[in-house]
């Protein structure tokens, strides 16, 4: 992706993404973002990370656009969150995780100031990173047979990419740890019930409603929306400033810990997690038969201290 020589927006066929479709369309005023990785569900991964935050760092330099639609590729999933083939791929160094988690908190940070008022077109699966996505959008528009969940503390992560700042403020408390802990389906109309979302409509309705917002959004004066958009968002802005720094760094360190990688070696392995066998590992402390060294992890094959063979710690699970 060439850098920008000026604050000025450029031809979206000249910005060479390979994860994200980019497109302008001058009669109506609106920038379309699409995730597309349909393959897999439209996940992100890093690169699509930094070319959404590039689309948006150009639709907002763009005077000519006046409203932005984010969606996914294809009819099964607007986006499922992070990509875990490729978090499974970093490795034991937490510095991967911190980088990429660096791209995904710029992509939200370009998305939210992007200036211009925003629609979230929600065209299935709408999981994890996904839902903070739509959520950060001002309006969101949802197919009636997609859905949107959380899976996090199943999969050995915590949604504090949007979710945990966010969903208190649009559903309340009680709604959003139920959201986020139970990690439950949230069906289109129950999401609409809850103020999760703006709209449900037919599949086959979904692009003439996007299209009808778009058009009464682009009806607006451009400073007046943009600072409206600026009032709106102090809420969000406030409780994320507060909390996804510390965050990102949590999540890091988090992501080489036994929790995380049994969640991802399950979701890869079409399992259910050993919580019963982490509860246990965590009270009685793994050790090594040998040396009698203690707290060893519990992916290791040899003990690091004295470099003998370790019993499976999952053995008995």
């Known amino acids: 992706m060439p850098e920008p020589a000026a604050p000025l927006p450029s031809d979206p066929a000249l910005l060479d993404f390979e994860r994200v479709r980019y497109a302008k369309d001058a009669a109506s005023g609106v920038a379309t973002v699409t995730i597309d990785r349909p393959e897999v569900l439209n996940a992100f991964d890093f690169r699509t990370l930094r070319e959404m935050a590039r689309a948006f760092e150009d639709a ?9 639609v984010v969606t996914g590729a294809g009819d099964r999933a607007f986006c499922t969150g992070a990509d875990l083939d490729e978090q499974a791929a970093m490795g034991a160094h937490s510095g991967q995780y911190w980088r990429w988690m660096g791209a995904f908190v710029e992509m939200h940070d370009r998305l939210r100031n992007i200036g211009k008022p925003t629609i979230a077109r929600i065209n299935g699966a709408c999981v994890g990173g996904g839902n903070e996505l739509q959520m950060a959008c001002d309006l969101s528009v949802i197919a009636d047979d997609a859905y949107i969940r959380h899976v996090g503390p199943e999969h050995g992560s915590v949604p504090a990419g949007g979710a945990t700042q966010w969903l208190p403020l ?5 709604r959003a740890r139920e959201i986020v802990m139970l990690c439950e389906e949230i069906t289109s109309r129950q999401a609409l019930e809850w103020g999760l979302v703006s709209r449900v409509v037919p599949r086959d309705e979904l692009d003439a409603t996007v299209a009808g917002l778009a058009d009464s959004l682009r009806r607006k004066l451009p400073e007046t929306i943009r600072y409206t958009k ?3 968002n102090w809420w969000r802005d406030l409780v994320w400033a507060q909390t996804v720094t510390h965050a990102r760094d949590w999540l890091a ?10 969640a991802v070696a399950a979701f890869h392995d079409k399992r259910a997690p050993r919580f019963d066998a982490l509860r246990r590992m965590a009270n009685e402390p793994r050790r090594c038969g040998r040396c009698g060294a203690t707290g060893l992890p519990a992916g290791h094959g040899f003990c690091g201290i ?4 370790l019993v499976d710690a999952w053995e008995g699970a």
């Open 170 to 174: 649009m559903v309340g408390d009680r």
């Open 230 to 232: 600026t009032q709106l």
């Open 60 to 68: 907002s330099w763009d005077d000519a656009v006046a409203v932005v």
């Open 306 to 309: 004295c470099g003998s063979p």
């Open 253 to 262: 360190i988090h992501s080489t810990s036994d929790e995380t990688r049994e």
